[in-house]
């Protein structure tokens, strides 16, 4: 049996051991507290610490510029596809859609239930394998705001400008907040759920501009309001306490490691390492090309499916864990999120390597 696996998971994902560590050692006893995190009140000033400590590291690494509230909520990045609309699709009710994968097809289809979405542009055409050109034209000047997946978590692709949009830009970063830098203030809206980069499943990020709450209808229920969640600090009700202090030994240790452009030189090395090999393979294809390539999720297939199956499970054996493909592509995929450490990816390239002069 393994002690530690190589972890691939798109989402729950490989997390930093130390964390996993520290988290261990204080599970019993949090810092004299005499019991864990998990049964402590939101109230108490314990915990309280915790949290408002995960804000100010959120802030601090992805500088947040102090218009913007930082925001700890439940419901995945998929009761975002709601609550957005919700409260923002609140002037003229349309919004623009750049459509690259799954994860904008779902926030489409709660779209046209809350709103009048529009579609700019899609890469459907080539089975989401590219990012699509957008130009500031393209956008209506009337649209409540703009919703984008920045890194699109299961076709391998991700924005390396933000799209020239004069309107508020809205961007899922499930799978890619805080693995380079982002200009904080590009945006209107930024949101995350934390089981790739963050943390574990069950909280959520939203980072928003001030400026564009305070519209919401008053028939919207409180849960729903980002209002409430900010002017009670993401404390209106019991929010995850213990995903959140998860969060917070995960931003602590990115700190430590020196900020995100740091672990952005990283994420490069590792892309690169497994990118290089697979632009080499007489085997194994990337299925995406060009500067689109995702750095935290590579797709890649041999193009047959049999072998493909017989990769994985080789993999599986030797500790190289959920490689497989999404089942809406097929093939492999392997997430790479700031987590993985180098070794990982060299020695899944090695691995790559080897099976291949086995063939
Ligand atoms: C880019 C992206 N958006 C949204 C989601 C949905 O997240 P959740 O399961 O937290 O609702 C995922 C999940 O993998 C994702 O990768």
């Not at 926030?107 to 989401?128: C, F, G, I, M």
């Not at 799978?175 to 904080?184: M, T």
């Not at 002017?231 to 020196?258: F, H, Q």
Request: charged share 25%; hydrophobic share 40%.
């Amino acid at each position: 049996m393994f002690d530690r696996v190589y972890n691939f998971s798109s989402g729950p994902a490989v997390m930093p051991e130390a964390v996993l560590k520290r988290a261990a050692d204080e599970m019993m006893n949090y810092g004299g507290s005499g019991m864990s995190v998990m049964e402590m009140s939101h109230r108490s000033k314990v915990y309280d610490n915790i949290i408002k400590e995960a804000e100010k590291l959120l802030r601090e690494l992805m500088n947040v510029p102090d218009d913007y509230e930082v925001l700890f909520l439940q419901g995945g990045a998929s009761l975002q596809f709601d609550m957005i609309p919700m409260n923002l699709a609140v002037g003229s009710g349309k919004v623009d859609i750049v459509m690259t994968g799954m994860w904008t097809k779902r926030a489409y289809a709660e779209l046209k239930k809350l709103a009048s979405p529009r579609v700019v542009a899609s890469s459907e055409d080539k089975t989401y394998t590219y990012i699509p050109e957008l130009t500031a034209e393209m956008f209506d000047p009337e649209a409540d705001y703009v919703h984008i997946c920045y890194n699109n978590t299961i076709y391998g692709t991700r924005y390396t400008d933000v799209p020239p949009c004069s309107r508020p830009l809205v961007a899922d970063m499930s799978s890619c907040i805080l693995s380079e830098p982002v200009d904080v203030s590009r945006f209107g809206l930024i949101f995350a759920g934390a089981q790739k980069n963050l943390g574990p499943a069950g909280l959520t990020i939203v980072i928003v501009r001030k400026d564009l709450l305070g519209r919401q209808p008053e028939t919207l229920p409180a849960m729903l309001d980002y209002n409430v969640h900010a002017k009670n600090a993401s404390l209106y009700n019991t929010p995850p306490t213990y995903a959140i202090y998860m969060c917070k030994l995960v931003l602590e240790w990115l700190r430590d490691l020196g900020g995100v452009e740091q672990i952005a030189a990283v994420n490069r090395r590792k892309a690169d390492m497994i990118y290089g090999f697979l632009d080499g393979s007489n085997i194994f294809h990337a299925t995406v090309s060009g500067k689109d390539r995702s750095i935290m999720n590579v797709p890649f297939v041999t193009g047959d499916p049999e072998l493909d199956a017989r990769f994985v499970a080789e993999a599986e054996e030797k500790g190289f864990k959920n490689l497989k493909g999404h089942r809406s592509v097929g093939g492999m995929r392997a997430s790479i999120y700031n987590a993985m450490p180098e070794e990982g990816v060299e020695k899944l390239v090695q691995f790559m390597e080897d099976f291949e002069k086995k063939l």
